[in-house]
């Protein structure tokens, strides 16, 4: 072995020996119990003790949360636990007023140990006099292990049952907690914290590291149901990664209030300084009261935006920049992954304002409305895919490109923008169905294949959207079209165009084109005057075509193949409208109903046999029901909920018809004639009247 390998293996022995040296300290995890609500310092930093050189009330060597922070800084991952007793002159409780043990503030505050407090409530309030030390080492400070706590079950979206139960106040301080190190991860868990003047958790300079903030109550008394102090940040990074950890399971949910922004990150150098945040209340009180800030979660960079974990939140309270805000000072594009899905986002000036040149991002699956002007604005071409969002009742548009308004279509789609100002599609065509079944015809004018996003529209004063459900989707560059069930009556809809990183405004809405019913009652005749409905008498059919639809439907046709026992009058049929083809069966061609109008005509029959005793009329409505309306075999249910062919109009032989008139009209039929299910109705066909009453559209089969 020569002299320079032997060099190259002392060196990579001495590197080993360093590596498994730093792994061995920074393994060995020191814990301590903070015993005291006291603010003394540490006797001697550095012991490996924390000890302040006092006796806490149980006669036990002192640790406070000061000596803890002091003591755990020379300590690499390490854990600070709580286990403060009663005797505690800090320990607080409520009178007792024999109510179910809730934490209310508005009751009087006693010591634990006074003889009327509650027994079943405590909390522990430290009060620090100066500064903490700033945190420069990897620790978890984990109030949620103080006897009392009680760990929240609630998942989002539903407020937070749970209670923290050790009170940090921080009056006259700049801050609470200060973390300001490179690469030092810290986990604050289960405190509530409040009235510090400017932050009540600050991170500066702690790339790769920052806050993990869990099951916290920031802002907000012990109850989370009032602010107490008037603290300017809940949570803020400078130069560092914010975590606020609540999604993954339900006992790390946060709520954070504060009068500037909650939640405030920005980055000065280009490193990547981001933010994570999930399944927390940002801007609201845990009654859903809204606390009024500038911009409830605010990012700020000219050099990189990281949000590449915002999901299942609820955030309000954002009254002059919005719900989310994110500026960047530069137009040029900058690195950035701002990943926004399924959060509540309400009671905003805007829900979502971007205003930073970022791209390969997504706002998807947000529910984001009663904001006071839209819903999202997309400015400084960014480029993002905001797709199966629910937007509704905002006093503004839904998305809007430019923060200008509506931004209309351009041939061939070819401008740039944010957003490159994707053209929108153009819903042309819908027609109703019955059950609950629409088709839609559209068409988009695009660069290349599109995802068109249908969804059902909250009519906005604009005109334009806005999606608060969406429904479906289809891809085209051109012509589209699409059938979609389950839905409710009458509904308008709008729709959006989305390519892998961007989408447009919401389209124009569109009301329904077409959306028939149909009733047919009848009069009977007693031709034999003896009283009876029996063979010889004649029956009149009276049909109405109902089109509840904003367009004109032609070249329909009416087939009715006539009831068993019956004859047809043919003098009989009176009609104005399409061209008589056939007797047997009837059909009635070329019929045309304009829309939000009805045609009616009639024809009457003779009964000539017994047929079971029953007369039971049933026909056919045949017609197109997509833009060109070429006759098809379309038959439409004539119950338009079920989409199942209603009953027939039936009537029964040997009923009793009234004796003072021999024709019998709607007055004379109290007792009526029995339908197949045996019940009395009136003759004009009460359940069609009925269902009418509620806008039924569509018929197939009567």
């Known amino acids: 072995m020569d002299g320079k390998t032997k060099i190259h ?90 109510q179910p043990d809730t934490y209310n503030p508005n009751t009087l505050e006693v010591n634990c140990l006074a003889t009327n407090s509650d027994p079943d409530i405590r909390w522990w309030r430290i009060s620090p006099e100066e500064l903490y030390p700033d945190i420069t080492c990897d620790m978890q400070i984990m109030a949620d292990t103080q006897a009392g706590y009680k760990a929240n079950t609630n998942e989002f979206p539903d407020f937070l049952n749970g209670q923290p139960v050790v009170e940090v106040i921080c009056s006259g301080l700049d801050h609470c907690f200060k ?52 603290t300017s940040y809940g949570v803020k990074g400078i130069d560092s990664p914010i975590s606020i950890r609540g999604g993954y399971v339900s006992d790390e949910r946060n709520l954070i209030v504060a009068h500037v922004s909650p939640i405030y990150i920005k980055n000065t150098i280009s490193h990547d300084g981001n933010l994570q945040a999930t399944g927390s209340i940002f801007g609201l009180l845990n009654n859903g009261e809204p606390v009024p800030s500038s911009s409830t979660i605010h990012a700020e960079s000219d050099f990189c935006i990281d949000m590449h974990m915002l999901n299942n939140n609820i955030i309000a309270g954002g009254n002059i920049y919005g719900g989310i805000y994110i500026k960047s000072n530069v137009d040029t594009p900058i690195y950035g992954r701002v990943n926004v899905i399924n959060n509540i986002i309400r009671d905003n000036k805007v829900g979502i304002y971007i205003d930073a040149p970022i791209s390969a991002s997504v706002i998807w699956g947000n529910s984001i409305y009663d904001n006071d002007c839209n819903g999202i604005v997309i400015k400084n071409n960014a480029n993002l895919n905001c797709g199966y969002n629910n937007i509704y009742n905002n006093n503004g548009l839904g998305i809007d490109l430019g923060d200008d308004g509506v931004t209309l279509n351009d041939p061939g789609d070819i401008d740039s923008g944010p957003n ?31 995802t068109i996003q249908l969804f059902e529209s909250d009519n906005n004063s604009s005109g334009y959207g806005s999606g608060m459900k969406y429904i479906d989707e289809t891809t085209s560059n051109s012509t589209w079209d699409i059938t979609v069930t389950g839905l409710q009556q009458n509904l308008t809809f709008t729709s959006t165009a989305l390519n892998s990183g961007s989408t447009s405004e919401f389209s ?123 006759l098809g075999t379309n038959i439409l249910s004539d119950d338009p909920i079920t989409e199942a062919p209603r009953d027939p109009t039936t009537l029964t032989l040997g009923t009793q018809l009234p004796t003072n008139d021999n024709e019998q009209d709607n007055d004379d039929l109290e007792q009526g004639f029995l339908l197949d299910t045996g019940e009395n109705v009136y003759i004009y066909i009460c359940l069609a009247f009925t269902i009418f009453q509620y806008f039924p559209i569509i018929t197939k089969k009567l």
């Open 9 to 98: 293996l002392f060196i990579l022995f001495c590197v080993v020996s360093i590596i498994f040296l730093c792994f061995t300290k920074s393994s060995s995890a020191y814990s301590v119990y903070v015993n005291s609500t006291t603010d003394r310092g540490d006797i001697n930093i550095g012991d490996g003790f924390c000890d302040t050189g006092y006796l806490n009330t149980e006669e036990d060597p002192e640790c406070t949360l000061r000596a803890a922070i002091e003591e755990l800084n020379l300590s690499p991952r390490s854990d600070i636990f709580f286990n403060i007793p009663e005797s505690d002159p800090n320990c607080l409780s409520f009178v007792n007023n024999n």
């Open 179 to 230: 973390i300001n190190h490179w690469g030092a991860d810290v986990a604050l868990n289960g405190f509530i914290m409040n009235s510090a003047t400017e932050t009540l958790i600050l991170s500066t300079n702690s790339d790769l590291g920052g806050p993990f903030v869990k099951s916290c109550y920031l802002g907000t008394d012990i109850s989370g149901t009032n602010i107490k102090g008037l």
């Open 420 to 450: 490159n100002l994707m053209n929108f599609p153009v819903i042309e065509y819908i027609s109703y169905k019955g059950g609950g079944e629409y088709y839609i015809e559209g068409d988009i004018d695009s660069l290349g294949e599109t």
């Open 508 to 630: 124009l809405n569109k009301g329904i084109d077409i959306w028939l019913n149909t009733i047919l009652p009848a009069d009977i005749t007693d031709s034999n005057n003896n009283g009876i409905f029996d063979i010889g008498d004649e029956i009149e059919y009276h049909v109405t075509i109902y089109n509840y639809g904003q367009s004109s439907i032609n070249n329909m046709k009416y087939i009715n193949p006539l009831p068993d026992g019956v004859d047809l009058l043919p003098d009989s049929i009176n009609s104005n409208y399409g061209i008589i083809t056939n007797y047997s069966p009837l059909t009635i061609e070329d019929l045309q109903v304009e829309g939000n109008d009805s045609i009616s005509f009639s024809y009457s029959v003779r009964v000539s046999n017994d047929t079971n005793n029953k007369i039971s009329n049933q026909f056919d409505l045949l017609y197109t029901y997509d833009k060109a309306q070429t």
